[in-house]
């Protein structure tokens, strides 16, 4: 089954459409018609594939980098994710999901950092 994608990448100010297959991953299907859009790690765990999900489903079980209340909230990392539906999507601002996902706890490991030191293998 193939769902249609609309993509507003809002840093490059361009929107795209494709239609994509709906056992493959969004950003493969994506990449494969020459729709160039952020990742890094490709595992569904650093959050730079995110994007905001502004109309239909995905499919996000094999997703480790981002909280099922983000997913609730309308978040989800392509790179590891299947449309359930045709899709409206658009890019998240820099770093916004990492700071969502990531941001309170390294802030509450910092603070620990400074009061213990970082462990290192030779402490
Ligand atoms: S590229 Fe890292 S979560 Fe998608």
New binding site residues.
């Given amino acids: 089954m193939s769902y249609h994608v609309r993509i507003h990448d809002r840093q490059q100010d361009k929107v795209y459409e494709a239609d994509i297959d709906s056992d493959r991953y969004i950003?493969d299907c994506l990449e494969d018609q020459g729709i160039n859009l952020p990742?890094?790690?490709?595992?569904?765990?650093?959050?730079?594939?995110?994007m905001r999900v502004k109309s239909g489903q995905i499919d996000q079980h094999e997703?480790i980098?981002l909280s099922k209340t983000l997913q609730d909230e309308g978040y989800a990392?392509?790179?590891?994710s299947y449309a359930l539906s045709d899709l409206d999507l658009e890019t998240q601002d820099e770093d916004e999901v990492y700071r969502l996902q990531f941001g309170n706890f390294f802030a509450k490991q910092r603070r620990r950092w400074f009061q213990f030191g970082i462990p290192l293998d030779h402490d």
């Fill in positions: 950003l990742f890094s790690c490709l595992n569904g765990a650093c959050t730079a594939c995110a997703v980098g990392l392509i790179c590891s």
